[in-house]
């Protein structure tokens, strides 16, 4: 299971819904990939949904249904999360320049799934964490600029005016007013692409591999959507 920011913990708590909720998509039956990156995703999504089913399967478990009548016995929730997302210490660890630490399990059925898709796991893991962070480690770097500085001093007195109880976090709107008033949110837009720009030159490596597993597996996500409804069809007739 993966331990990272409070981002892909959302996403993490969300996994497994994803997955039965990807059951219910429709991908292409032809054994050919989808040009947009939206059909793209979702043919992963379905690939990596049936993948696990299989494995879970094989071990004479289920995925739950959308609308479960109730929930899960503890024992039998926490078989199924081991199932997922694996046991023990996460043998995959990568720190990213934001200072935040991401690690994951290579055993479970999710691991299983994108081994299968992508070929290496332990590859795929440090291209994905790298480029899914992409955006928050431009966003580190534009804090080091004097004017991103200067106007977040700014926002901050507007947000929280000297003499006041400092709120925890100001309201949207508060925050929203201090951006525009504070130049913050002009400073952002401008820097924000540059540093973005920089970081994607930096981590081009990663962007690489990440591009070349991605295309590996959704030529494979593609054989098995194929495979799949030809395996359908049999049935049928």
């Given at each position: 299971m993966l331990s990272v920011t409070r981002r892909t913990r959302r996403s993490l708590a969300t996994a497994a819904a994803a997955l039965v909720l990807a059951g219910c998509a429709t991908v292409p039956a032809r054994s050919?990939?989808?040009s947009s990156p939206q059909a793209q995703d979702e043919l992963l999504r379905t690939a990596e949904r049936t993948l696990v089913v299989r494995c879970l399967a094989a071990r004479d478990l289920t995925l739950p249904d959308t609308a479960p009548a109730g929930p899960p016995a503890p024992a039998e929730d926490r078989r199924l999360q081991a199932a997922l997302f694996?046991?023990?210490p996460r043998e995959l660890s990568l720190t990213l320049a934001t200072?935040?630490?991401?690690?994951?399990?290579t055993d479970?059925?999710?691991a299983a799934a994108r081994q299968n898709l992508y070929g290496d796991q332990t590859r795929w893991f440090r291209a994905q964490v790298t480029v899914d962070n992409l955006r928050a480690e431009a966003q580190a770097r534009m804090k080091d600029d004097p004017a991103h500085r200067a106007a977040l001093d700014r926002w901050t007195r507007c947000a929280a005016p000297p003499g006041r109880p400092r709120p925890e976090r100001p309201g949207p709107a508060v925050a929203a007013r201090c951006e525009r008033e504070s130049g913050l949110a002009d400073v952002r837009a401008r820097l924000e692409p540059v540093e973005l720009a920089e970081v994607r030159a930096l981590r081009g490596d990663q962007l690489t591999t990440y591009r070349q597993l991605r295309t590996r597996a959704l030529r494979r996500a593609a054989e098995l959507s194929a495979g799949t409804t030809e395996q359908k069809g049999n049935d049928a007739s």
């Open positions: 050919t990939v989808p694996g046991t023990g200072g935040h630490t991401v690690t994951a399990h479970g059925c999710v």
